[in-house]
């Protein structure tokens, strides 16, 4: 019989953080779109309000620290360096629950700066060393799912759909890591907007939508404070793109190509070219309204200014396309032609693009970054892609929202909804990688256990002879074990002996001859040195049996736990954690659409407690839950806390298990030993005790399955002295060494080393 261990796959008392989207578990709205998104000055009708966006809430990775990221992501020809998810920008309470637009920055000393929209404001990251990137600021904006931003000397623009014009940040400092905010520019109309673009040769910025602007032009010759000079309000404007002439036919021109259309972009949808170099009199060149237009988003031009190349953000769901880009002649201004399309050939939708010289950088929502060589511009080849969305390649409005390829260096970085912001190298791979035998998540813990790797140079790359390695990190250490060659470019991998239920990463690496490191599986694998994970209780809250509403020391009078489909508001999920389940428990339940404050805890205490948990003789049993928790919203937000605790005697006595203030705005997974706590014993009850108290604020939780497991690892075999699992030569050599005197060989326990002993180890030999 095997021998029942328990170890958490985090560090104890960790939170575990999990992929949080697609068929993995229920999506919830972001606040319904409603409190996290200023719905009221949003961008009517766009797609990205009708998507459930949850979260992945995560620590940073960078490459320079190893280890592997929180996901796994299929990748050709791209390599991650760091990944920065939202949350991580989390500063002076607010809390990011989502990305969005991405642009860079050079600073003086050659430094590049990321700068990251987020739903709380806009972050900035120095990816100098892109391995080894950091966090440099963030400062707060307009809460809101659409944010961008844009450059001009050493000043930074943000504008939201959220209100607040254009914020304005002096970047004169960043190489110290200081951002200094300036007024905001509020003239022009309209707080809100959508997209801007600057032209740097003259030294304008174009302010985009909001409501159902068209375009709203300010002069930069002060760039700390723009000034408002003109607009184009002929049709709704999007996003689109600006340059200065200065050769050819419009030599002295500026000219803007507009993606929009009327109503709201959503008819007559098409490209407009026009002349702004009048500020205060703009004049339209040409349009154009290509076949099967549905909303046309956003362009890039060529670098001879021949083509443009245009995404449309709805085509593929009204029309069932797979994934299509327009290219667009644009040599004669007042004609411009429709000269062909191009695809990924997946169903995902095209979102922001860019051209730096002979390449195309397109972000593709649920596919990620697809990147073409555009060489002949008319025929644009698929060349490398970093999917950002692990779940699916479907059509929908999540994922990567915008890409920037125009650092110096040649360092890419990427803004995606719900993962935040990565940061790349365009590094071709020296080789592919197959498992025959799949990647394991559980290994035996004894040692021995083989992966197959099957590896493929490719690009013509040569592979350096004995660079073929396993890698294993267990904590903070890493350990690289050579691959044994099977010939014809199979080799095994061999895992070492672990404790059992010690959680370890591990990945394949190879080096080229031309130095180039390449591993796989992109991100590595997170597994756990155990046969399984049985589960002792797997409770999903779809029937509430055996929990208990209530405590004699309640004393909310609203907000009082209860077992349900929720009706999600701004502080609470719309849907429980379980994928297939819709019941959770959360603290009151409000009507459908109804504020967020309607059914929230008041007035004091609501408790939660579990059934009775029967732990007695259980080596190491491990308590997990789902958790939602909001305290950051309405008046006297981070004001409580919320205590969750365990009793090992009825509940006559309790110890703290945690205490929540985290907002992430997404269910998170939280996992504890019992015995870092209290003796497992069979009288055993979790509570959870949420709380309104002192200054009234507005507070919601919930608790969503809740298990208690523990890892299953073969016995030990007597007579294995050296602890590889067998016993074998190695074994029989420890015992004689030991012979007539004590030691680890002494298998019967009289003290002595001797023929009994040997007796028993050659009866277990093998």
């Not at 985090?10 to 409603?34: D, T």
Request: glycine share 12%; with cysteine; net charge negative.
């Amino acid at each position: 019989m095997p021998t029942h261990f328990a170890r958490s796959a985090s560090p104890r008392g960790s939170s575990l953080c999990q992929p949080l989207i697609g068929g993995a578990a229920k999506a919830v709205f972001l606040s319904a779109l409603a409190g996290m998104v200023a719905l009221a000055s949003a961008h009517e009708g766009d797609p990205k309000a009708t998507e459930k966006h949850i979260p992945y809430i995560g620590p940073a990775w960078r490459q320079a620290d190893g280890g592997v990221a929180g996901e796994t992501f299929v990748s050709s020809g791209v390599s991650l360096k760091a990944w920065f998810p939202a949350n991580t920008f989390n500063q002076r309470g607010v809390t990011n629950t989502s990305g969005n637009d991405c642009w860079g920055y050079v600073t003086p000393l050659g430094k590049e700066i990321a700068i990251v929209g987020l739903s709380g404001g806009t972050g900035f990251v120095d990816v100098t060393n892109p391995a080894a990137s950091q966090i440099v600021a963030f400062v707060a904006g307009p809460n809101s799912l659409w944010r961008n931003v844009k450059t001009y000397q050493h000043y930074c623009y943000a504008v939201s759909e959220g209100g607040g014009g254009i914020q304005v940040f002096d970047l004169a400092g960043i190489d110290n890591g200081v951002v200094t905010q300036l007024p905001s520019v509020t003239t022009g109309g309209s707080a809100a907007t959508h997209t801007m673009i600057i032209n740097e040769q003259t030294g304008y910025l174009y302010r985009m939508g909001g409501g159902s602007n068209g375009i709203r032009i300010y002069s930069l010759a002060n760039p700390a404070s723009p000034t408002f000079v003109g607009q184009w309000q002929d049709k709704y404007t999007h996003d689109g793109f600006v340059l200065s002439y200065d050769s050819g036919p419009y030599a002295g021109k500026e000219i803007f190509f507009a993606c929009g259309g009327l109503n709201n972009g959503f008819a007559a949808t098409g490209l407009d070219i026009i002349d702004v170099t009048n500020k205060a009199s703009p004049v339209t060149l040409g349009s154009l309204q290509y076949p099967q237009a549905a909303y046309c988003h956003q362009a890039w031009i060529t670098q001879d200014r021949k083509h443009i190349y245009i995404n449309d953000e709805i085509d593929e769901a009204n029309f069932g396309l797979l994934n299509v880009g327009r290219i667009v002649n644009v040599e004669n201004l007042a004609a411009p032609t429709l000269v062909g399309t191009y695809t990924t050939g997946l169903t995902s939708v095209d979102h922001n693009l860019y051209v730096k010289g002979n390449t195309l950088f397109c972000s593709n929502y649920k596919t990620g970054l697809q990147i073409f060589d555009v060489s002949n511009q008319l025929s644009p080849q698929k060349i490398a892609y970093f999917d950002t969305y692990p779940d699916t390649d479907a059509t929908g409005y999540a994922g990567l929202w915008s890409n920037y390829p125009f650092f110096p260096s040649g360092t890419v970085i990427g803004s995606d909804i719900e993962r935040g912001l990565f940061v790349w190298r365009i590094e071709p791979p020296v080789a592919s990688f197959g498992y025959p035998n799949g990647t394991p998540t559980f290994v035996n813990p004894v040692g021995g256990e083989t992966l197959v790797v099957n590896v493929t140079p490719i690009n013509g790359a040569t592979i350096a002879a004995g660079s073929e390695k396993l890698v294993v990190k267990v904590g903070a250490s890493t350990t690289e074990y050579p691959l044994t060659s099977l010939g014809s470019g199979s080799y095994l991998a061999t895992f070492p002996a672990f404790a059992c239920g010690e959680a370890f990463e591990y990945w394949v690496s190879v080096t080229g001859e031309n130095g180039i490191v390449t591993t796989d599986p992109p991100g590595g694998v997170a597994a756990i040195a155990a046969l399984s994970e049985p589960l002792l209780v797997n409770d999903t809250m779809e029937v509430p049996s055996g929990w208990i509403v209530g405590a004699p020391s309640d004393t909310a009078t609203s907000g009082i736990w209860v077992n349900v489909d929720p009706n999600g508001t701004s502080a609470q999920p719309e849907d429980d954690h379980t994928t297939s389940g819709t019941k959770a428990w959360v603290t009151g339940q409000g009507d459908p659409g109804a504020a967020a404050g309607q059914a929230d805890i008041d007035g004091g205490v609501t408790t939660l407690t579990s059934p009775r948990l029967f732990l007695a003789g259980v080596d190491d049993p491990v308590v997990s839950y789902w958790r939602w928790y909001s305290n950051n919203q309405g008046g006297n937000p981070n004001t409580d806390s919320w205590p969750i605790e365990i009793s090992n005697d009825g509940g006559a006595h309790w110890a703290q298990l945690e205490l929540v203030t985290e907002n992430a705005g997404a269910w998170v997974k939280r996992t504890f030993h019992v015995a870092d706590f209290v003796q497992p014993t069979d009288n055993v009850y979790v509570r959870f005790v949420a709380r309104d108290i002192g200054t009234a604020a507005l507070v919601e939780a919930g608790i969503d399955d809740f298990t208690v497991s523990y890892f299953e690892c073969p016995e030990a075999v007597v007579g294995d002295l050296d602890g590889d699992g067998h016993v074998a030569a190695a074994d029989l050599a420890i015992l004689l060494g030991q012979w007539g005197g004590p030691g680890t060989a002494d298998l019967d326990g009289n003290g002595i080393v001797q023929a009994p002993d040997l007796a028993i180890l050659l009866g277990n030999w093998g």
